[in-house]
């Protein structure tokens, strides 16, 4: 059920803000002088390790894009988290295939890598894409060979625990297969919960002197079928930095933020003056009305049945992120503390 509360306040402030931008161009925002010193960190409610190392790397002087890459490295290291890189998720042939982009603000270049298999940091080759290619984008075989051409090595992503999560949702998938699933009692209760999961970690900071950056990596959705590219990817959709304006980037249903842009989108509110929790709360608007035209993927009562997060920064160093539906957090480094924060939402969870 759509939250009354949430949504009037959202368009109260989104029109006052909007005014504001009117009459002042936008150009409030984006005066470098405002931005002297607010660095900040912002990332997807999975990246509490990396909004504190990338800050680290801020306070260091370090890049933006080189912080936050080494912040989602951790994420992408630990076979904890099962949503991106080492023990993510693998696809319907229990292959882990990973996607990843990151963006520069400053030179305003992008680098991404997608259907990449046997390397566990997709990020690093992303950011070598941007390097070492006048290309944007690098898929499938060409993206290894390249990653192996600068001295990635191959191994094996899928972890145990991964694989009998892959196992047990191809047993349990049809009744009309040769595949028993295991009696109830011998179920793992701790397996069952990761049946239909999927997830992602974007990153997205500023530094000192107002530069931005931002990195999305995935193991894409658990179960998909090999080949599918999600957003995290697409510069425009899994992210977007314009160093004049802000940056924002994405985790959930990447199908949808695909057909929409939605990064851009987000990017592109905030060039019209809304905050970026406004600009996000936007973004996804856009993209719940174009989901009505897609029966499939709404619920009995007409909303989008699936999950989608932005989380944004302004050139001012503002941050906010939104989500369709309510529960959600994302982590934020302010440069003074490093900690989780509610998300901003469209509709609220029954
Ligand atoms: N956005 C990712 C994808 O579509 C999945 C996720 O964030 O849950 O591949």
């Known amino acids: 059920m759509k939250d009354k509360y949430s949504r009037r306040d959202f368009f109260k402030t989104g029109m006052g803000i909007s005014l504001a931008a009117m009459l002042t161009g936008g150009k409030n925002l984006i005066r470098g002088e405002e931005t002297a010193g607010r660095m900040r960190v912002v990332a997807s409610g999975n990246g509490i390790r990396a909004t504190e190392k990338a800050m680290e790397l801020l306070r260091e002087g370090k890049d933006p894009l080189d912080a936050v890459i080494a912040g989602v490295n951790i994420i992408e290291n630990d076979p904890n988290d099962i949503s991106v890189g080492y023990g993510g998720l693998p696809n319907e042939e229990g292959v882990v295939e990973l996607d990843a982009s990151v963006m520069h603000g400053p ?13 566990k940091n997709p990020s690093k080759v992303a950011k070598l894409v941007l390097e070492r290619t006048d290309h944007a984008l690098l898929v499938g075989k060409g993206a290894l060979r390249f990653a192996k051409a600068h001295g990635f090595k191959e191994e094996k992503l899928l972890t145990d625990r991964s694989r009998k999560i892959w196992l047990r949702r191809k047993e349990m998938l049809s009744d009309r297969d040769f595949w028993y699933p295991p009696k109830s009692e011998e179920l793992e209760p701790e397996l069952q919960s990761y049946i239909s999961t999927h997830g992602t970690i974007n990153c997205i900071a500023i530094n000192a002197k ?16 090999p080949g599918r590219v999600g957003d995290s ?26 057909l ?72 934020v480094h302010d440069g003074k503390e490093n900690k989780k924060k509610p998300l901003a939402y469209l509709y609220k969870r029954k």
Not at 114 to 119: D, E, F, G, Y
Not at 210 to 225: E, H, N, P
Not at 260 to 284: H, I, K, T, W
């Open 107 to 119: 030179t305003h270049n992008g680098g991404a890598v997608a259907s990449l298999r046997n390397i």
């Open 260 to 331: 929409n842009c939605g990064s851009y989108q987000a990017v592109d509110f905030m060039r019209r003056g809304f905050s970026p929790e406004e600009a996000c709360l936007r973004a996804l608007e856009r993209i719940a009305q174009k989901s009505k035209l897609l029966p499939r993927l709404l619920n009995k009562d007409g909303l989008p049945r699936f999950g989608l997060s932005f989380y944004a920064i302004n050139k001012k160093g503002e941050y906010g992120g939104a989500s369709l539906w309510s529960g959600r957090k994302f982590a």
């Open 233 to 258: 990817p697409i510069i425009g959709a899994g992210l977007y930095v314009d160093n004049d304006v802000g940056a924002a980037g994405s985790t959930g249903r990447g199908e949808a933020n695909i």
């Open 210 to 225: 107002g530069d931005l950056a931002a990195v999305t990596t995935t193991s894409g959705f658990f179960y998909k079928i």
